[in-house]
């Protein structure tokens, strides 16, 4: 069977590239075209991929699939057999869930095609010319709407059954607040702060490895590098922030544990749980002190009342859940009402551990977490081991082989104040980190 090469076609980095800008900006399509022109082309680069997919016929064996990500995968399409919701399409809403589960796979096959069609460098670069545009396109929008339009904007294509014109229009209805020379936070073409922090983030990391690996010339390596963090500190998202201090946690460990070598990490293992049971700690012990310094106020800007609504629906049903959907379904029981604040609806739990329990139950909880888990591990042994070739050969250390580990770092901290590991970028990046790992494996 033949190898992947390297991506030879301008079409194929083209789509890579459309793909992964797609899943990070889903919400710059919707504001800027609408739902229906965003699922036919969240529906073509899908068909697209998979032809690509076919036509890179990649070593597909059974033994370098992560077993865990199928498991977790067949778990959510089975689960429409057993859907609970009520709403427009019926008892059970079995309609929603399929949407769900279609919405899962979709966004698994953005992250799945180029981790198996392409070598790791050539992931790095997809990766980075897409994050490029969302950070880019993010600054001159903001430019643009305040020096040139100075008012905050809506969407260009507006959501149906939503009262615009309403007196005092709650602020996440807002494409751009115009805050960005008045000291608030700017949301970018994603329209929303948390999103552009946290792919502030992962640029960040990217444009920094891809730096370090000089895969970028100086001056635009460090631009792009400049402008992440620059966006990090203006998207204002505390729960990116504690990510970020979490990930910089995580690479002090990992060029520790490089510097040490195998024998020697018995130490830092060591160090790593008794930092971890600290912060734990701290934060049980000290929470609204904590929250405090963050600009919060102790319920999380009201994620705990959210919290306690998911937990009181998943212990209804506990051990599988109501079934998958990604995003909540706001027409469908129990949903419906469920949790409006300041007139917005929510559409997730706001922690990804609670919205796997309340969707798919414990066993679908346990499956992710070791999911997750196991691709932790392999990326920290990717990150901190010598590449080897043979039993005798070993590799220097490599700046690329940190990105599974820094990225899906963050991630994980993020999921315990958002869900976007299991939505749309969140989730093509886990699938991504799972494949490629498991691919690099010797």
Same mark, same amino acid.
């Given at each position: 069977?033949?190898?992947?090469?390297?991506?030879?076609?301008?079409?194929?980095?083209?789509?890579?590239?459309?793909?992964?800008? @797609?899943?990070?900006?889903?919400?710059?399509?919707?504001?800027?075209?609408?739902?229906?022109?965003?699922?036919?082309?969240?529906?073509?680069?899908?068909?697209? *991929?998979?032809?690509?997919?076919?036509?890179?016929?990649?070593?597909?064996?059974?033994?370098?699939?992560?077993?865990?990500?199928?498991?977790?995968?067949?778990?959510?399409?089975?689960?429409?057999?057993?859907?609970?919701?009520?709403?427009?399409?019926?008892?059970?809403?079995?309609?929603?869930?399929?949407?769900?589960?279609?919405? /899962?796979?979709?966004?698994?096959?953005?992250?799945?095609?180029?981790?198996?069609?392409?070598?790791?460098?050539?992931?790095?670069?997809?990766?980075?010319?897409?994050?490029?545009?969302?950070?880019?396109?993010? /600054?001159?929008?903001?430019?643009?709407?305040?020096?040139?339009?100075?008012?905050?904007?809506?969407?260009?294509?507006?959501?149906?059954?939503?009262?615009?014109?309403?007196?005092?229009?709650?602020?996440?209805?807002?494409?751009?607040?115009?805050?960005?020379?008045?000291?608030?936070?700017?949301?970018?073409?994603?329209? *929303?702060?948390?999103?552009?922090? /946290?792919?502030?983030?992962?640029?960040?990391?990217?444009?920094?490895?891809?730096?370090?690996?000089?895969?970028?010339?100086?001056?635009?390596?460090?631009?792009?590098?400049?402008?992440?963090?620059?966006?990090?500190?203006?998207?204002?998202?505390?729960?990116?922030?504690?990510?970020?201090? %979490?990930?910089?946690?995580?690479?002090?460990?990992?060029?520790?544990?490089?510097?040490?070598?195998?024998?020697?990490?018995?130490?830092?293992?060591?160090?790593?749980?008794?930092?971890?049971?600290?912060?734990? %700690?701290?934060?049980?012990?000290?929470?609204?002190?904590?929250?405090?310094?963050?600009?919060?106020?102790?319920?999380?800007?009201?994620? @705990?009342?959210?919290?306690?609504?998911?937990?009181?629906?998943?212990?209804?049903?506990?051990?599988? %859940?109501?079934?998958?959907?990604?995003?909540?379904?706001?027409?469908?029981?129990?949903?419906?009402?469920?949790?409006?604040?300041?007139?917005? @609806?929510?559409?997730?739990?706001? *922690?990804?551990?609670?919205?796997?329990?309340?969707?798919?139950?414990?066993?679908?909880?346990?499956?992710?977490?070791?999911?997750?888990?196991? @691709? $932790? %591990?392999?990326?920290?042994?990717?990150?901190?081991?010598?590449?080897?070739?043979?039993?005798?050969?070993?590799?220097?250390?490599?700046?690329?082989?940190?990105?599974?580990?820094?990225?899906?770092?963050?991630?994980?901290?993020?999921?315990?104040?958002?869900?976007?590991?299991?939505?749309?970028?969140?989730?093509?990046? $886990?699938?991504?980190?799972?494949?490629?790992?498991?691919?690099?494996?010797?």
């Amino acid at each position: 069977m033949r190898k992947p090469d390297a991506l030879l076609h301008p079409a194929a980095g083209i789509l890579a590239t459309l793909t992964l800008f @797609t899943l990070f900006a889903g919400d710059f399509w919707r504001n800027l075209i609408g739902w229906p022109a965003y699922l036919a082309l969240a529906g073509a680069l899908t068909v697209a *991929n998979l032809v690509w997919l076919f036509a890179a016929r990649p070593d597909l064996r059974f033994r370098r699939w992560p077993k865990l990500l199928l498991l977790f995968v067949a778990l959510a399409i089975a689960s429409i057999a057993w859907a609970r919701y009520e709403g427009v399409t019926g008892p059970g809403g079995h309609v929603d869930t399929t949407l769900g589960v279609l919405a /899962m796979l979709s966004a698994g096959i953005g992250g799945l095609v180029p981790a198996l069609a392409l070598p790791f460098r050539q992931v790095l670069a997809v990766l980075a010319a897409a994050l490029r545009w969302v950070v880019g396109l993010s /600054m001159l929008f903001e430019l643009v709407v305040s020096l040139v339009v100075r008012h905050p904007i809506l969407p260009l294509v507006r959501v149906a059954g939503v009262d615009y014109d309403r007196p005092h229009l709650p602020t996440p209805f807002y494409w751009s607040r115009n805050l960005l020379f008045h000291g608030g936070q700017i949301q970018g073409i994603v329209g *929303n702060g948390d999103l552009l922090a /946290m792919v502030a983030l992962v640029g960040l990391i990217v444009f920094a490895i891809q730096r370090a690996e000089r895969q970028s010339r100086p001056f635009w390596g460090w631009f792009w590098i400049v402008l992440a963090a620059v966006e990090l500190v203006l998207a204002r998202s505390a729960t990116v922030w504690v990510a970020a201090v %979490g990930t910089a946690v995580v690479l002090g460990f990992a060029l520790w544990a490089r510097r040490i070598g195998p024998v020697g990490r018995g130490k830092l293992y060591g160090t790593a749980l008794g930092l971890l049971v600290v912060v734990v %700690g701290g934060g049980l012990f000290a929470w609204t002190e904590i929250t405090r310094a963050l600009g919060k106020s102790p319920t999380l800007t009201g994620r @705990t009342d959210i919290w306690n609504a998911v937990i009181g629906l998943a212990q209804q049903h506990p051990v599988f %859940g109501w079934g998958w959907l990604g995003y909540w379904v706001p027409w469908a029981k129990p949903f419906l009402g469920l949790e409006v604040r300041g007139g917005v @609806t929510y559409l997730q739990a706001h *922690n990804a551990w609670l919205d796997l329990w309340l969707q798919l139950g414990l066993v679908g909880a346990i499956v992710f977490a070791l999911l997750a888990l196991t @691709t $932790l %591990g392999r990326s920290w042994f990717l990150a901190v081991d010598r590449p080897m070739t043979d039993a005798a050969t070993r590799h220097p250390h490599t700046a690329i082989a940190l990105l599974p580990l820094l990225v899906l770092s963050a991630q994980l901290i993020q999921s315990l104040a958002e869900s976007r590991i299991l939505l749309e970028s969140g989730f093509a990046m $886990l699938v991504m980190w799972a494949v490629l790992t498991k691919k690099q494996r010797p």
